[in-house]
Each structure stands twice: as C-alpha cells, then as structure tokens.
C-alpha cells in the first residue's frame, strides 16, 4: 500500500488533526498544537494510510512531515516484497 507516501500526505494528515489549514512540510507537529495524545491518533492514522508501523516516539524524533514520510519510506522499504 505504500508505494509513495510523501510529506505532504503526512501534512495532510497533520492539516486533518489539527484542523489547521496551513502546515507546511517543516511545521513541527507538537509546535503546532499537536500533543502526544493526539499524537497516537496521528500514528495510528499513518499507519493506516501508509501500511507501516510507527510509534509515538517516532513522531517525537522526526515531527515534520518531511521527516515523518522519510521515516515511512524507510519502513516501507523493510516491508516483505518491498523493492529493493
């Protein structure tokens, strides 16, 4: 289900949470108004849509969209069957 989940997914995603419409690819999730409570949503979201396993701390470490997608990206090329 990944085959390209980019930054502005994420944001999109981020934009949906927040019901902020302007989050741009470097806005930091918790900057924002996210918290690590709706952080979970947020990782539970991604991986739904993705098809990958994230983690709160995954947003903590990388809270960007651009970061997030690159931490997707990295995940789903450990996936079974991903192209290598």
Do not use: C, Q, Y
């Not at 980019?6 to 741009?24: M, Q």
């Not at 409570?37 to 990782?43: K, M, N, R, S």
Request: net charge negative; no cysteine; hydrophobic share 45%.
């Amino acid at each position: 289900m990944t085959a390209i989940f980019t930054a502005e997914h994420v944001a999109d995603v981020f934009r949906e949470l927040l019901d902020h419409d302007d989050v741009r690819e470097d806005d930091d999730w918790f900057e924002i108004g996210g918290t690590s409570l709706t952080g979970l949503t947020l990782v539970a979201r991604l991986n739904k849509a993705a098809g990958v396993t994230l983690r709160l701390r995954d947003v903590v470490r990388a809270p960007t969209p651009e970061a997030l997608a690159g931490v997707i990206e990295e995940r789903s090329a450990e996936l079974p069957g991903a192209p290598k």
